[in-house]
């Protein structure tokens, strides 16, 4: 049995808006101002909630309400799917030391499951950025194969120093902004955010066509140069929708701004589609690189700009990069997409490729 699985409700809270209309509509105005984090003697632009609230855990209570309250009104035995890179470990800094770890960092999932007021089964995903997208297939396994009829996946991401720490420690930050696929491109913006699906055998205007997910292990810091891991993952995600690559409309790429990494997508890019390669946006450098929740909050964005038929220009792309030109973002246009693919590229080699499509 194999059922397909919709997209019912979407909720979203990040640097640019409170849900995802909002969102949507800073998007199209071109809204990609960032706030920024200290670290030591360095500072980095860093995309942060629109929340006041100083007290680490209060403020994660606060994003996660505000989500959940834009999917309505949710059955209390809703399975419930997690996904992040660093759940509360904003947390155990701003306890400072010495604090007592619980017995896994996961634990955080079950107090999101009571702000949420959802009692059923738990499921928590962590494998860096593309951890949304993972939650989200393993709920459409479970729905597809008819074991459960509707799942709630939420992608957290929130405020600490040991993630900004360590991507600074590996030089991958930029100081300045992120430039998707532009020449000056230096390095990731990393941000906030919390964002929300529910998932349903019950037709909704959205559909999952296909998602697949992969690895590329040619290090642990940037994929393969060539691009081969990426293309055949999204190849993959392609064979399953039963479509040809000519029948995708829009393409949400990763493009965080990385020098390696933007590459490698535009060498995959090119190996896929060829020279008919559809039109790009990239919403990293307008929301920030938000890891484990980046997913999810760029799925639910983009449903709301596809929904008003308005496609972003992406911001930070100024001037081409004569390794990746001819692809290039397209500027802001109105347009009906049926068909869209996003990508992941995950730290650590975790790829990801979904399309979505008009029911």
Known sequence: MKRPVFIAECGLLCARGGNAQAVAAALWAGESSSSTRRLGDRE?????????????????????RHVGTQLGPLPAETPLFVASSSFQIGHFEQQGEPFDLPAANAAFSCQIADWLQLSGSLTSINNACISGFSAIDTARSLIAGGQIDDAVIIGIELSNDSTLAGFAAMELLSRTACRPFDVRRDGLVLGEAVAAIRLSSTPAPWRIAGLRTGLDAYSMTGPDPAGGPIGRVTVDCLNEANLLSNEIDLIKVQAAGSPGSDLAEANALRQVFGEQIPPLVSLKAALGHTLGASGISELVALIACLDA??????????????????????DRNIRQIK?????????????????????
């Open 339 to 359: 068909r869209a693919l996003l990508s992941l590229i995950g730290f650590g080699g975790g790829l990801a490729s979904m399309i979505i499509e008009r029911a």
């Open 309 to 330: 038929g308005k496609i972003p220009a992406t911001a930070g792309y100024q001037q081409a990069d004569p390794e990746i030109w001819p692809i290039f973002p397209v």
């Open 44 to 64: 980095f632009p860093y995309f942060s909630l629109p929340l006041a609230e100083p007290n680490w855990l209060k403020h994660a209570e606060q994003a996660v």
